[in-house]
């Protein structure tokens, strides 16, 4: 089946240090989602990119979606202590009537030391 | 607002038992999801669905049934608890109307098998 591989899996920063955390599938996907997480809290959606080189922004964190569709990056600048929290991935399969079932990566745990 | 809200926030089962976790979502989405997260492994799909009485199995469904008669409620149910089981388990739905939605996820059952 479908795998979403996520890296790294821990960041530790200094506040004003930028993050980038990474997601690769193994097939190509229809689009890609990011979550973020903060410590005791669920998941809550950020964005979804759906086009092949797809860029979006907000505010300090950059979005892409890859050209072959199997890969994404999040970066965040100049971190700030309110950006601490697990920051997810997450896929749908390309083609077939998978009906929206997401596949989410491992996650990449932020720290953001003042 | 979107709301899904999971029946229990803790939970504490003894081995062997069988357990049932409720999950209601409001908005009239087509798709409810369970997960479970383990730290270092990220979210595990455990069983999908998309329809009343349609469901199906994700990268764990192993130990776990679930039941979907109505389209807000979707139950996940724990044959014979183990163990192994003990574990974050997190409910999400999205709307699907030909296209792959955010999904919004109820705030997480944290259960325990003793």
């Known amino acids: 089946g479908q795998q979403v591989m996520q890296i790294p899996q821990y960041q530790h920063v200094q506040e004003g240090e930028d993050f980038t955390t990474y997601c690769n599938s193994s097939?190509?996907?229809?689009?890609i989602q990011w979550y973020k997480q903060r410590p005791g809290g669920h998941p809550v959606f950020l964005i979804q990119?759906?086009?092949?080189?797809e860029v979006k922004k907000q505010k300090r964190l950059t979005f892409q979606f890859g050209e072959a569709k199997k890969n994404s990056s999040l970066h965040i600048t100049a971190t700030q202590t309110t950006d601490v929290g697990t920051y997810f991935c997450?896929?749908?399969?390309?083609?077939?009537?998978?009906?929206?079932?997401?596949?989410f990566g491992q996650g990449t745990i932020l720290t953001v030391h003042p | 607002d979107v709301k899904v809200t999971q029946s229990s926030r803790y939970l504490v089962k003894r081995t062997g038992e069988k357990v049932f976790l409720e999950c209601v979502q409001d908005?009239?989405?087509?798709?409810m999801f369970w997960y479970r997260q383990d730290p270092g492994l990220g979210l595990r799909l455990i069983y999908f669905?998309?329809?009343?009485?349609?469901?199906e199995k994700g990268d764990i469904p192993e130990g776990y049934s679930v039941s979907r008669e109505k389209k807000e409620r979707f139950s996940l149910i724990l044959e014979s608890a183990s163990t192994n089981q003990t574990s974050m388990y997190l409910c999400?739905?999205?709307?699907?109307?030909?296209?792959?939605?955010?999904?919004?996820f109820g705030q997480g059952t944290r259960l325990t098998v003793v």
């Open positions: 999400a739905s999205s709307l699907w109307f030909r296209r792959v939605s955010e999904a919004f």
């Open positions: 097939t190509t996907l229809s689009n």
């Open positions: 990119l759906v086009k092949s080189g």
């Open positions: 997450a896929g749908a399969n390309a083609g077939g009537t998978s009906y929206g079932k997401l596949t």
């Open positions: 908005m009239d989405h087509e798709n």
């Open positions: 669905s998309y329809d009343v009485k349609m469901k």
